[in-house]
T-cell receptor, first 111, second 115 residues
Framework: DAKTTQPNSMESNEEEPVHLPCNHS???????IHWYRQLPSQGPEYVIH???SNVNNRMASLAIAEDRKSSTLILHRATLRDAAVYYC????????????FGQGTTLQVKP | DSGVTQTPKHLITATGQRVTLRCSPR?????VYWYQQSLDQGLQFLIQ???????AKGNILERFSAQQFPDLHSELNLSSLELGDSALYFC??????????????FGPGTRLTVL
């Protein structure tokens, strides 16, 4: 399973944009980039995923580098509720859906 | 609310005992996944079932076993429990068995404490 590297922690101010980076230099052509987050005392929650093109949904945007060796999760206006651990995960298109979690980035949002 | 239910919410037991954790997936989801989250190991994939059949295995100990029933609910059985098995156990479900796109929906977890 290809690995990802994320900063251990980041801080943001409420209502400001947040850019969470992820490096995945060993990504293969069939790996999709998935982001999940885990709020305190809850199970992980899907955020967004993409392959090559940038993606937007109601929760966030995903910017993928042209060489796909890195990506950035963008929260456009952080709220206190966005304080969580964010996981960047590579999923291949094999016949299983297992998620291999790394250490993730702990995002702190200050009021 | 993800639609995935897990019971019990908390479980306290003694070393050497056996417990069963239960998971009901979202309506229509055929895959069930089990994950373990401990302070030292983080979130680890244990096992996946798809429509009653084992699909993938991760770092699951031999003392642990799982199954998925015809109604698609799943049970994770943990036996000969050790102190180190104390952890949060999450169940997740997805529509299909793999591929690239489908998100997993996680339940609230079962907190297991082994004394």
């Amino acid at each position: 399973d290809a690995k990802t590297t994320q900063p251990n922690s980041m801080e943001s101010n409420e209502e400001e944009p947040v850019h969470l980076p992820c490096n995945h230099s060993t990504i293969s052509g069939t790996d999709y980039i998935h982001w999940y987050r885990q709020l305190p005392s809850q199970g992980p929650e899907y955020v967004i995923h993409g392959l090559t093109s940038n993606v937007n949904n109601r929760m966030a945007s995903l910017a993928i580098a042209e060489d796909r060796k890195s990506s950035t999760l963008i929260l456009h206006r952080a709220t206190l509720r966005d304080a969580a651990v964010y996981y960047c995960i590579l999923r291949d298109s094999s016949n299983t859906g297992k998620l291999i979690f790394g250490q993730g980035t702990t995002l702190q949002v200050k009021p | 609310d993800s639609g995935v239910t897990q019971t019990p919410k908390h479980l306290i037991t003694a070393t050497g005992q056996r417990v069963t954790l239960r998971c009901s997936p979202r309506s229509g989801d055929l895959s069930v996944y089990w994950y373990q989250q401990s302070l030292d190991q983080g979130l680890q994939f244990l096992i996946q079932y798809y429509n009653g059949e084992e699909r993938a295995k991760g770092n699951i100990l031999e003392r642990f076993s799982a199954q998925q029933f015809p109604d698609l609910h799943s049970e994770l059985n943990l036996s000969s429990l050790e102190l180190g098995d104390s952890a949060l156990y999450f169940c997740a479900s997805s529509v299909d068995g793999g591929g690239w796109g489908n998100e997993q929906f996680f339940g609230p977890g079962t907190r297991l404490t082994v004394l």
